[in-house]
């Protein structure tokens, strides 16, 4: 298939191939055809042109999932602009600072976001669109317009599509630091990773795709463009039922969707909680996972629970999208522990293992920092890039944080990231080996292990745990068993049992929420 210079070039020929195909399923059941979708787009683009748009402006993005937010989307696009999603559910203050951040010229709001649009200045208040809004007597405070009126205004005449390198969209990630920061990407960035997906996984127009990954999270990009670009159908799943076990497998079944894509958290409360036995998923046969560390012995449970489906790894952050991937057998050994490897560089990325950032390649086989260089790297950070890169060999490199060691085999194995090491006792320890030795406790459904400053042994080792059930291991029964499974010096100081780990909004553990509880607690303990 033609390989595209903008986002938008795969919806306009899907709507010329197909053009009563049903495009967008959304959690109301509103379908929309890609004829529709493509219209509604226009409309969108010419509100927007119209309010004064330029080609490099930017517009926010906060809203529950639907057909209407898709078609946005797009129309941002259209109107040569980039969109700035934001989670509605946050805090309207953390979403403002983002959207302030990137000056954004316009931005379509759920009802919920409305603090957002008040408490803004009214001197410098871009243009905002109320998605639930079916009348001017409905908007929030009088400021504003509703959906009703941009979805019936006149379609943009022309073309206003931004070439390859502008850009197509900003996600704000708070990364380690707790602190946004928009990474910028082009659409050069996005299309290069859609046309090596289209290559690799060979999707087509008969295919059902998930959209389970709110679209201010990168898993969404696969969702939105992979399946809009082969003329696929995409189901947009709501925020409830995406929590949800037991619904989401009877949305999988009910939809017969054939492609998923989540993180590994979502994945294994399907296995764990989802009655998969009383749902028939066998139409699924692609199903990808990201965002973390599968342990294995969840993988092994879903890989078994869906015997007819193909598993990937897909590999990386938001900055260079994905960049490795690895095929996940179909039979995972009893006795495995380890999580599978993250894989091969994929075609259109370059990779390095450098001993420090920016510094010498390491030995094949020995740990080291991955530095990716490619296409879908990110241009920066918004306002926040001095330093970010560096060149070599003609090409601009990007360090990762992570931690690998490369190997002929099964290509790069995950370590660990650099920000969760700490050393205790002389000993260098990745937290995350700590997580899987607990994992290996079949009493014990999640692990969550962060790492705070101690003054008399320099750091204290903390692991969060969730039971399988109400019978939870005693302090006495889980110090021996890390006893028996972890050096001595890995052993955890101290076991917290929750009902459930944090998540974020990308369905992530929450390791910042951890740390700051951890932070707040010792702090009250001096009192």
Request: glycine fraction near 8%.
């Amino acid at each position: 298939m033609r390989k595209s210079d903008n986002l938008c070039d795969y919806l306009a020929r899907s709507a010329a191939a197909v053009p009563d195909h049903p495009a967008v399923v959304d959690p109301t059941g509103q379908v929309l055809t890609y004829r529709q979708l493509d219209e509604l787009s226009d409309r969108v683009a010419g509100y927007l042109v119209d309010r004064g748009v330029v080609p490099g402006d930017r517009v926010g993005v906060i809203a529950p999932k639907s057909a209407s937010v898709v078609a946005t989307l797009f129309g941002v696009m259209k109107a040569g602009a980039a969109y700035v999603p934001a989670d509605y559910s946050a805090p309207a203050s953390r979403n403002q600072t983002l959207l302030n951040d990137c000056a954004v010229k316009a931005m379509f709001l759920h009802a919920e976001c409305a603090a957002i649009a008040s408490d803004w200045p009214s001197a410098n208040l871009p243009e905002v669109v109320w998605f639930d809004a079916t009348g001017q007597d409905a908007v929030p405070g009088g400021i504003g317009v509703p959906w009703t009126e941009v979805a019936g205004h006149a379609p943009l005449q022309g073309d206003r599509l931004a070439d390859s390198k502008g850009l197509a969209y900003i996600l704000y990630t708070s990364g380690s630091t707790g602190i946004p920061k928009g990474v910028v990407l082009t659409h050069e960035n996005a299309t290069s990773f859609v046309d090596w997906c289209s290559d690799e996984f060979a999707p087509t127009g008969t295919d059902r795709f998930s959209s389970h990954a709110p679209f201010h999270f990168d898993l969404s990009v696969l969702d939105l463009y992979l399946s809009l670009k082969h003329g696929a159908t995409l189901y947009l799943v709501s925020e409830s039922v995406g929590k949800a076990p037991q619904e989401l497998a009877a949305f999988i079944a009910g939809h017969h969707l054939t492609v998923w894509y989540s993180t590994p958290s979502i994945l294994s409360l399907l296995a764990q909680f989802g009655s998969l036995e009383k749902h028939d998923c066998s139409s699924l046969r692609t199903v990808f996972f990201a965002g973390e560390v599968f342990p294995v012995k969840h993988l092994r449970n879903i890989v078994e629970r869906w015997p007819q489906a193909t598993f990937f790894n897909l590999y990386g952050p938001t900055e260079t999208n994905v960049c490795t991937f690895a095929k996940i057998p179909q039979v995972i050994p009893a006795d495995r522990t380890e999580p599978y490897p993250i894989g091969f560089v994929c075609p259109r990325c370059e990779a390095m293992v450098l001993d420090a950032p920016g510094g010498a390649e390491v030995t094949r086989g020995e740990e080291g920092l991955l530095h990716i260089a490619g296409d879908s790297l990110f241009q920066g950070y918004w306002k926040k890039s001095e330093g970010l890169f560096f060149e070599r060999n003609g090409r601009r490199w990007y360090n990762t944080g992570d931690v690998v060691c490369e190997t002929p085999d099964v290509g790069f194995v995950y370590r660990g990231r650099l920000d969760r090491m700490v050393k205790r006792r002389g000993y260098r320890i990745e937290l995350a080996e700590i997580e899987r030795g607990l994992y290996q406790n079949e009493r014990i459904r999640e692990a969550a292990v962060i790492a705070v400053p101690d003054v008399a042994a320099g750091v204290r080792i903390i692991a969060h745990l969730a039971p399988e059930g109400s019978d939870r291991p005693s302090i006495i029964e889980l110090k021996a068993f890390c006893n028996r499974n972890l050096p001595s010096y890995m052993s955890p100081d101290v076991f917290v049992f929750v009902d459930a780990l944090p998540r974020t909004s990308t369905d992530k553990i929450d390791y910042q929420r951890l740390s700051q509880t951890q932070r707040a607690q010792q702090t009250q303990e001096k009192l």
